[in-house]
């Protein structure tokens, strides 16, 4: 799609590195999903998410996240005006299409819960209110897998609401001599102009649940979750959550190469980005090795016919 092809087109004049990333964190928007960056520092975290950011005509939040940050931080508070005489509700960071929540894992447990009810329903509760989302909404979070001192587990509750986690890897020679040439960090990103409004955007996700998915497909999606649930070293497989993410995420993939119906293709190249993070391998409490769970769910696409 042209609107799409622009958009991927827009990100990759700044971020230099792993391009199957860039088409992941186009699948997981048009699938309405958030996304989990993990990787070393250096290598393109926030550099991604802030060009899709600008590449967006879409309201940005970058949050901070840190050890003493409330809940209150992220979700806004309920403050009294004295000039109205009443409780005036101040929205925080949450209240944007686009969320970069920077170093997930280094803020407590208490406040990466406060993300929960944003991330499944769009909506948070504050004060016995609800208050909805505005639309699209995105979180897209990093982390270092690598720095345990002074961070914290990210719980499976909130694995799960993620619907991909990638890793991006370092670039190549040839990607890395174009970052020392452009620094794109410093110059490129900031000329960087939006090409998709956030009407359109909306549109497009709109499109993602008519993508057509044959039953046979479905029973596939179904088989590789079991399989999961069944595999000797693996405590927890993965949820029905974990199965209608990967349906979504096939249909957006099939969006994104013009197709109304998904192949198995579609379902395969996504298991592992949308699937790993949701199982915990016996060997570990947490999912402190993606190695160990990424090489099982491998395993599983090994042992699982796919339909023809």
């Given at each position: 799609?042209?609107?799409?092809?622009?958009?991927?087109?827009?990100?990759?004049?700044?971020?230099?590195?792993?391009?199957?990333?860039?088409?992941?964190?186009?699948?997981?928007?048009?699938?309405?999903?958030?996304?989990?960056?993990?990787?070393?520092?250096?290598?393109?975290?926030?550099?991604?998410?802030?060009?899709?950011?600008?590449?967006?005509?879409?309201?940005?939040?970058?949050?901070?996240?840190?050890?003493?940050?409330?809940?209150?931080?992220?979700?806004?508070?309920?403050?009294?005006?004295?000039?109205?005489?009443?409780?005036?509700?101040?929205?925080?960071?949450?209240?944007?299409?686009?969320?970069?929540?920077?170093?997930?894992?280094?803020?407590?447990?208490?406040?990466?819960?406060?993300?929960?009810?944003?991330?499944?329903?769009?909506?948070?509760?504050?004060?016995?209110?609800?208050?909805?989302?505005?639309?699209p909404f995105i979180v897209m979070a990093t982390q270092n897998p690598f720095e345990f001192e002074g961070t914290y587990f990210l719980p499976e509750s909130q694995l799960?609401?993620?619907?991909?986690?990638?890793?991006?890897?370092?670039?190549?020679?040839?990607?890395?001599?174009?970052?020392?040439?452009?620094?794109?960090?410093?110059?490129?990103?900031?000329?960087?102009?939006?090409?998709?409004?956030?009407?359109?955007?909306?549109?497009?996700?709109?499109?993602?649940?008519?993508?057509?998915?044959?039953?046979?497909?479905?029973?596939?999606?179904?088989?590789?979750?079991?399989?999961?649930?069944?595999?000797?070293?693996l405590q927890i497989g993965v949820s029905p959550r974990g199965s209608l993410a990967l349906v979504q995420a096939a249909r957006a993939t099939a969006l994104i190469h013009?197709?109304?119906?998904?192949?198995?293709?579609?379902?395969?190249?996504?298991?592992?980005?949308?699937?790993?993070?949701?199982?915990?391998?016996?060997?570990?409490?947490?999912?402190?090795?993606?190695?160990?769970?990424?090489?099982?769910?491998?395993?599983?696409?090994?042992?699982?016919?796919?339909?023809?």
């Open positions: 799609m042209q609107g799409l092809d622009l958009l991927r087109a827009n990100i990759q004049r700044v971020f230099l590195g792993n391009q199957s990333a860039v088409e992941k964190m186009l699948i997981c928007l048009l699938a309405r999903g958030h996304m989990l960056i993990e990787d070393v520092p250096g290598v393109g975290k926030t550099i991604l998410a802030m060009a899709l950011a600008r590449s967006l005509d879409c309201t940005l939040s970058r949050i901070q996240l840190t050890p003493d940050m409330l809940p209150s931080d992220v979700l806004g508070v309920t403050v009294w005006d004295q000039q109205k005489s009443e409780f005036v509700f101040k929205p925080g960071p949450i209240f944007s299409n686009i969320v970069l929540a920077d170093e997930v894992n280094r803020t407590t447990p208490r406040t990466q819960s406060a993300l929960l009810e944003a991330m499944n329903e769009a909506q948070v509760s504050i004060d016995g209110q609800t208050r909805k989302l505005i639309q799960d609401r993620f619907l991909m986690r990638i890793h991006l890897g370092y670039p190549s020679s040839d990607d890395e001599a174009r970052i020392l040439e452009i620094d794109p960090a410093r110059t490129a990103l900031a000329d960087l102009e939006p090409v998709m409004t956030a009407a359109e955007l909306v549109k497009l996700q709109q499109m993602v649940p008519s993508i057509q998915v044959d039953p046979s497909l479905a029973d596939y999606i179904i088989r590789i979750a079991n399989a999961t649930r069944n595999h000797d070293q013009n197709r109304d119906y998904v192949v198995p293709d579609d379902i395969i190249s996504n298991v592992q980005v949308v699937c790993a993070h949701r199982v915990i391998s016996k060997t570990y409490t947490h999912d402190a090795d993606g190695e160990t769970t990424g090489r099982i769910m491998q395993q599983v696409l090994e042992t699982v016919p796919s339909p023809v």
